[in-house]
């Protein structure tokens, strides 16, 4: 048998220390109001929207429509416009093109105190059938009449970019509220054409068979940029920017069915978690220490490493492995892999202790113990890893790997895109894995080391009689 050295102990336990350690801290540079992430810790995991608080949406097209592939993925590419002017970046859209369905997540902005998630939603889904039209006819329902009905200059296809801006329009002027347009060139031309025609009179501008905004036509616009003003507030301008920026969609969205939940209520829940958490990693190291002693000992330790290295995989501590959202479930995943780390230590102790018990050696004992529950360990971890594929593949992201590889499995029913089991099965499986690297190869390269020191050459340290 092939001795391990003294220090071993030590260099296995410092690189535990440091990683675990550079998991939950990280390192950060901060320079005045400027902070740069060199390492990301736990203060840096994203959170989903059922600790941060938030929004779930499925949107489809009306019933009896049969969207294309194209328009499915031009409805995607409005609404993540749309998202991006509602200043919401973090979000997640997952289009189902088998039930024609699109399922959009989004949190809570930091900070934010009013926000209307129907409202969100409605804006979301809005058809956005936008048209530039003559005038601003319109009869007793509000619908176009007349010239406005009859003559469309322009459609949302022609729109380039439409911004809030705020600022004086002229050197004496008062600073305003302003919408800006710019137009492509296909709707150049028949702009200028229109302005050069309605100059005095005014351009209404239609979302469906709703006007939100008829501007007059002051100057003869050549160069495809224009500029709305009027009675605006810095809301008012940016909503309606916001509304002609998003361009035409394919279709009207129905909302399907949608769920919110308060920011106070996903942290109180959050805190839980990582209470029950901590308490769960105290206990189960009492009991294997005070059961297992030496072994025990080895075990919390190469928990803690575990622990560390599934927090790495989710902050993105590896460049090899991106940043993953972490949802309640997710959390639940990693306590439950804690589980199955313990599992793998009580095993290996066990049988430890037996070989103790029938007269090996120390050094024979731990050699044969980490070698007879190699296979009842590695038999069941891949068991919870095949399951933790299955419900990533089931319930994530349609273009995620695990996604692909299973489409033959489920394509009959198409991806649930249930992002809270997602992160319970990635968090689950990176648990599971670093129990490989903790639970078995690092604590048996530890209890080989220790033993070669004296004081811990003493069979009842292994669970064998004093």
């Given at each position: 048998?092939?001795?391990?050295?003294?220090?071993?102990?030590?260099?296995?336990?410092?690189?535990?220390?440091?990683?675990?350690?550079?998991?939950?801290?990280?390192?950060?540079?901060?320079?005045?109001?400027?902070?740069?992430?060199?390492?990301?810790?736990?203060?840096?995991?994203?959170?989903?929207?059922?600790?941060?608080?938030?929004?779930?949406?499925?949107?489809?097209?009306?019933?009896?429509?049969?969207?294309?592939?194209?328009?499915?993925?031009?409805?995607?590419?409005?609404?993540?416009?749309?998202?991006?002017?509602?200043?919401?970046?973090?979000?997640?859209?997952?289009?189902?093109?088998?039930?024609?369905?699109?399922?959009?997540r989004f949190p809570w902005k930091s900070g934010e105190?009013?926000?209307?998630?129907?409202?969100?939603?409605?804006?979301?889904?809005?058809?956005?059938?936008?048209?530039?039209?003559?005038?601003?006819?319109?009869?007793?329902?509000?619908?176009?009449?007349?010239?406005?009905?009859?003559?469309?200059?322009?459609?949302?296809?022609?729109?380039?970019?439409?911004?809030?801006?705020?600022?004086?329009?002229?050197?004496?002027?008062?600073?305003?509220?302003?919408?800006?347009?710019?137009?492509?060139?296909?709707?150049?031309?028949?702009?200028?054409?229109?302005?050069?025609?309605?100059?005095?009179?005014?351009?209404?501008?239609?979302?469906?068979?709703?006007?939100?905004?008829?501007?007059?036509?002051?100057?003869?616009?050549?160069?495809?940029?224009?500029?709305?003003?009027?009675?605006?507030?810095?809301?008012?301008?940016?909503?309606?920017?916001?509304?002609?920026?998003?361009?035409?969609?394919?279709?009207?969205?129905?909302?399907?069915?949608?769920?919110?939940?308060?920011?106070?209520?996903?942290?109180?829940?959050?805190?839980?978690?990582?209470?029950?958490?901590?308490i769960a990693y105290i206990a189960v190291c009492a009991?294997?220490?005070?059961?297992?002693?030496?072994?025990?000992?080895?075990?919390?330790?190469?928990?803690?490493?575990?622990?560390?290295?599934?927090?790495?995989?989710?902050?993105?501590?590896?460049?090899?492995?991106?940043?993953?959202?972490?949802?309640?479930?997710?959390?639940?995943?990693?306590?439950?892999?804690?589980?199955?780390?313990?599992?793998?230590?009580?095993?290996?102790?066990?049988?430890?202790?037996?070989?103790?018990?029938?007269?090996?050696?120390?050094?024979?004992?731990?050699?044969?113990?980490?070698?007879?529950?190699?296979?009842?360990?590695?038999?069941?971890?891949?068991?919870?890893?095949?399951?933790?594929?299955?419900?990533?593949?089931?319930?994530?992201?349609?273009?995620?790997?695990?996604?692909?590889?299973?489409?033959?499995?489920?394509?009959?029913?198409?991806?649930?895109?249930?992002?809270?089991?997602?992160?319970?099965?990635?968090?689950?499986?990176?648990?599971?894995?670093?129990?490989?690297?903790?639970?078995?190869?690092?604590?048996?390269?530890?209890?080989?080391?220790?033993?070669?020191?004296?004081?811990?050459?003493?069979?009842?340290?292994?669970?064998?009689?004093?």
């Amino acid at each position: 048998m092939r001795k391990v050295g003294k220090p071993v102990f030590f260099v296995v336990v410092l690189l535990i220390a440091v990683i675990t350690t550079l998991s939950f801290v990280g390192i950060h540079r901060q320079y005045g109001d400027i902070t740069t992430t060199y390492i990301k810790g736990a203060g840096d995991v994203r959170w989903g929207i059922d600790i941060r608080g938030g929004v779930d949406v499925t949107f489809s097209p009306p019933e009896g429509y049969d969207a294309s592939v194209e328009d499915m993925g031009k409805a995607q590419a409005i609404i993540e416009t749309r998202l991006i002017n509602l200043n919401i970046t973090d979000y997640e859209i997952y289009p189902d093109m088998e039930r024609d369905r699109i399922i959009v997540r989004f949190p809570w902005k930091s900070g934010e105190e009013n926000f209307n998630p129907e409202r969100a939603i409605e804006e979301l889904g809005e058809t956005a059938l936008l048209t530039f039209r003559e005038g601003a006819e319109m009869d007793a329902s509000g619908q176009p009449a007349g010239a406005t009905a009859e003559n469309v200059i322009l459609t949302g296809a022609d729109v380039e970019s439409a911004q809030y801006a705020y600022g004086a329009l002229s050197d004496n002027g008062a600073p305003k509220h302003f919408v800006t347009l710019s137009f492509k060139e296909s709707g150049k031309q028949a702009f200028a054409d229109a302005t050069a025609r309605l100059k005095g009179s005014q351009i209404s501008i239609w979302m469906d068979e709703e006007i939100i905004s008829a501007p007059t036509v002051n100057a003869h616009i050549t160069d495809g940029q224009a500029i709305i003003e009027g009675q605006f507030t810095a809301a008012s301008a940016a909503e309606l920017a916001r509304k002609i920026q998003g361009g035409a969609l394919p279709f009207k969205l129905t909302t399907e069915n949608y769920s919110t939940i308060s920011p106070s209520l996903g942290e109180g829940a959050k805190n839980a978690m990582v209470l029950a958490g901590i308490i769960a990693y105290i206990a189960v190291c009492a009991y294997m220490i005070w059961q297992y002693r030496l072994p025990g000992v080895v075990a919390a330790i190469g928990l803690a490493g575990q622990v560390g290295l599934t927090i790495a995989a989710i902050t993105g501590f590896f460049g090899f492995v991106p940043s993953f959202t972490l949802t309640l479930p997710g959390i639940a995943g990693i306590i439950l892999s804690i589980g199955f780390g313990v599992d793998a230590n009580v095993i290996t102790a066990e049988r430890i202790k037996e070989e103790i018990r029938i007269g090996k050696t120390i050094d024979g004992a731990i050699l044969a113990g980490f070698n007879r529950a190699f296979t009842a360990i590695f038999d069941g971890n891949i068991t919870v890893i095949i399951v933790s594929i299955i419900l990533m593949g089931a319930f994530g992201p349609p273009n995620s790997l695990f996604a692909r590889l299973l489409k033959p499995v489920f394509f009959m029913f198409g991806p649930a895109t249930a992002g809270t089991i997602y992160s319970f099965g990635y968090t689950l499986l990176m648990g599971v894995l670093a129990n490989f690297v903790m639970g078995i190869f690092a604590c048996r390269m530890m209890q080989r080391s220790l033993c070669r020191f004296r004081p811990f050459r003493k069979t009842w340290l292994f669970g064998g009689e004093k």
